[in-house]
Nanobody, 125 residues
């Protein structure tokens, strides 16, 4: 069983900052890419930022220069530092990870996709 637990969401004024964290736990053999997605009311879920196990990053154009994704492989944790927040950043933010469990590694089966429960980020104007 693998769990992703997010924290750090909340209410902030425009121009402010928040830091999201997501810790993966359970029977984990290895973690490939980790990322953050968001879903605003009435909109589709979209990729915000992603990071490989080697540290390569990818960002949505709308957050480039404002958000920074990082990870601590020893803690199986990914972070999203969000600066210069705008009202349009308001959404539920979800953590995602491509994980090889101990069972999968032993059985020679591929990795699987895991999601956190989501954390609300609200930016007031």
């Amino acid at each position: 069983q693998v769990q992703l637990v997010e924290s750090g969401g909340g209410l902030v004024q425009a121009g402010g900052s928040l830091r999201l964290s997501c810790a993966a736990s359970g029977s984990i053999f290895s973690i490939n890419a980790m990322g953050w997605y968001r879903q605003a009311p009435g909109k589709q879920r979209e990729l915000v930022a992603a990071i490989t196990s080697g540290g390569s990053t990818n960002y949505a154009d709308s957050v480039k220069g404002r958000f920074t994704i990082s990870r601590d492989n020893a803690k199986n944790t990914v972070y999203l530092q969000m600066n210069s927040l705008k009202p349009e950043d308001t959404a539920v933010y979800y953590c995602n990870a491509d994980i090889l469990t101990g069972w999968a590694q032993a059985m020679g089966v591929p990795t699987d996709d895991y999601w956190g429960q989501g954390t609300q980020v609200t930016v007031s104007s």
